[in-house]
């Protein structure tokens, strides 16, 4: 098929290399707003060509993958599902919610699958795009029931071959869900990072010490501001009433170790190592 991609970046650009490394596309088209991203999509052989006309991408196009930030998502997207005609559309964006109010009056409705591919890195921008990305990894799909049932089959089958396993979910559920599991993460990771950065300019020497612990923990606070303000935004409430419950269990913590109650601390660290049983 031909496959047009809205945004080349690390998503968005290695989705292309999966869908041309499978053989599930045999042309991408990749348009980009950053005349440098486009070049370097195609220098890096992610696309086959690139171009700055939307209707004609979309025309030519047997599916549509819309991969700018969450911002952006809410006028691109209602854009390109006013061009569509038999083409499958699909956001891989982090969230939800706004995003299917935004375009549920939309007469194309039923052309659009909600997918969110459960992958990625710190890095963003073409370059950072990467093969096999999404091996084995979770697509989330949300609102299934919305869309036309020949979408959700084709969106299906290109993922299966990926191959990724999927999962449905209401869009409600997913940004709970995703707040949980990723938003916060990145939330975590920029305040430990700022705590560090703090702390460094009294000790020089304070990352020379860093470990793959630190820098495994603390690696998302690469990710781009651009790529996760709108996430946070969109998301807000979500967010917020998680960050309430991790700084909760923060304080609680702080307030044992400041109590010298050791035991209570070693009873909520071997609460937290049941999270074992989740991830292997």
């Avoid at 990467?130 to 084709?154: G, Q, R, W, Y």
């Avoid at 599991?181 to 305040?191: G, Q, V």
Wanted: glycine fraction near 4%.
């Amino acid at each position: 098929m031909v496959v047009t991609i809205i945004g080349i970046g690390l998503i968005g650009g290695s989705l292309a290399l999966s869908l041309r490394q499978t053989g599930i596309a045999s042309r991408v088209i990749g348009l980009d707003r950053n005349p440098e991203n486009q070049q370097k999509a195609l220098d890096l052989g992610l696309v086959d060509e690139v171009t700055a006309d939307l209707a004609s991408a979309v025309h030519r196009s047997d599916l549509v993958v819309v991969a700018v930030p969450m911002d952006a998502m809410l006028t691109v997207l209602p854009q390109v599902l006013a061009l569509v005609d038999k083409q499958v559309v699909i956001d891989v964006g982090s969230t939800k919610q706004q995003l299917l109010e935004a375009i549920k009056d939309s007469p194309n409705r039923g052309r659009f699958v909600a997918v969110h591919p459960m992958a990625g890195t710190e890095y963003s921008g073409p370059e950072a795009a990467i093969p096999h990305l999404f091996e084995n990894k979770t697509l989330v799909i949300c609102d299934a029931e919305s869309s036309d049932p020949d979408a959700v089959t084709l969106v299906e089958k290109v993922f299966q071959q990926l191959p990724m396993r999927l999962v449905y979910l209401g869009a409600a559920d997913h940004d709970v869900h995703t707040a949980y599991i990723s938003h916060i993460s990145h939330i975590t990771s920029f305040a430990l990072a700022l705590t560090v950065l703090e702390k460094e300019k009294e000790e020089q020497r304070i990352f020379e010490l860093a470990s793959g612990g630190f820098e495994s923990t603390v690696r998302l606070a690469k990710s781009s501001a651009a790529m996760w303000v709108p996430i946070f935004r969109q998301n807000r409430t979500n967010v917020l009433d998680v960050l309430d419950e991790h700084l909760r269990q923060l304080q609680h913590m702080r307030d044992l170790i400041a109590q010298e109650n050791y035991p209570a601390v070693t009873d909520l660290i071997h609460q937290a190592n049941l999270i074992r049983k989740i991830l292997k």
